[in-house]
């Protein structure tokens, strides 16, 4: 049997939709690839069963919420203004500090050489 093969078959392994005949559980016994693939859907059929049972409450508002965003009416978030005003004011301040080590060192070399 070849990973291919029973790719397709892991899935309703892990379900109990389909069940894995006698070559291809010697297969997954003995496949790290196929191990590790079957763990990924059994943590995946874990975590869609938790998520049934922990339902996601939207907000009352959220279509108005929606709505107001995509018209532009809804008021944005300062913050990654303000980040990217904080980050040029930071480039800016580095460009100038090493102009001035640029110019000192520059002028003391002239100073030196004369």
Known sequence: MQCDDIGELLAGAVDGTTALDPAASRHVGAC????????????LLRTLRSMRDDPVVAPAD?????????????????????????????????????????????????????
């Open 32 to 43: 790290l690839r196929c191990q590790a693939e079957l763990a990924q859907y059994r943590r």
């Open 62 to 114: 959220l279509p108005a919420l929606v709505a107001a965003r995509i018209d532009g009416t809804g008021r944005p978030s300062p913050w990654p203004r303000r980040v990217a005003y904080a980050g040029a004011v930071a480039a800016t301040a580095a460009a100038g500090a090493g102009a001035i080590v640029l110019v000192a060192t520059r002028s003391r070399r002239l100073r030196l050489a004369s």
